[in-house]
């Protein structure tokens, strides 16, 4: 599972990276969680970013809200599964990020924060398909989620999940619409643990309403507990 991520990169950053424009509005945001309003970039709009919700609504769920269950996919079921089959199909998306988080359970009640990055810790994006659906007022509302695979070598150690992250070769073809289904899947494998780096983070993030540099800043995990005010 992939229920938070991080996309810290200033927006010239993030147009230089995915030759997309960025809106004018972008601020960098430390800690996305589901439901929020974050930059996609889609198959029907290539070459701009796109304001979608975190959480999908599938298709057999007319004019409900935004659900935070609908987060994610496997990815060896994508094409399969009729809630995500049509949204595989006809609309994919990159979710641009730069790390995403795990919680490492130690003991019965306590969990420690770990951040995962590429090694070089350059933005990245994570395979995904969206959705367009009428709310209970009548407008037409965007979501998104991401598409999660067998985890690393890295990530097995926290967790049984990990997303989908794209090779840069491969978000054009994730992207294009004439892409045949067989090429698709294999784009959906797990990435290279040798390529990633992980640590541990402050507990502010285990709050959604913490969005600051503080929440991604390497923190040693005797400090997990301690003095909050380290990290403001």
């Known amino acids: 599972m992939c229920g ?4 810290s990169k200033s927006k010239i950053e ?5 030759q997309a424009e960025m809106l004018s509005d972008f601020k960098p945001r430390y800690n996305i969680a589901p439901t929020q309003l974050v930059p996609v970039i889609t198959s029907d ?3 701009g970013f796109s304001y979608f919700y975190w959480g999908i609504t599938p298709d057999f769920a007319k ?4 659900s935070q269950k609908f987060i994610n996919a496997k990815a060896e079921s994508v094409n399969e599964k009729v809630s995500f089959k049509t949204s ?3 609309r994919r998306c990159l979710i641009p990020a730069d790390g995403f988080f795990e919680w490492k359970k130690i ?4 969990k420690t924060p770990y951040r995962f990055t590429l090694a070089n810790e350059e933005p990245f994006a994570f395979a995904g398909i969206w959705e367009e659906y009428e709310n209970e007022k009548g407008e037409n509302k965007h979501t998104f989620l991401i598409l999660t695979t067998a985890p690393n070598s890295l990530v097995s150690e926290i967790h049984d999940r990990m997303p989908v992250i794209l090779n840069r070769d491969d978000e054009k073809k994730w992207l294009d619409k004439y892409s045949k289904e067989e090429e698709l899947i294999k784009l959906l494998g797990t990435y290279p643990a040798n390529e990633m780096i992980s640590y541990t983070v402050s507990p502010l993030v285990n709050s959604v309403g ?3 540099p503080a929440i991604i800043r390497k923190t040693s995990p005797m400090d997990q507990f301690g003095n909050y005010t380290l990290f403001g």
């Open 4 to 7: 938070r991520y991080s996309l």
């Open 14 to 18: 993030l147009e230089e990276r995915f």
């Open 45 to 47: 709009s290539p070459k």
């Open 63 to 66: 004019n409900k809200p935004v």
């Open 88 to 90: 595989f199909q006809k």
């Open 107 to 110: 003991g019965k009640k306590t």
């Open 210 to 212: 913490n969005d600051s």
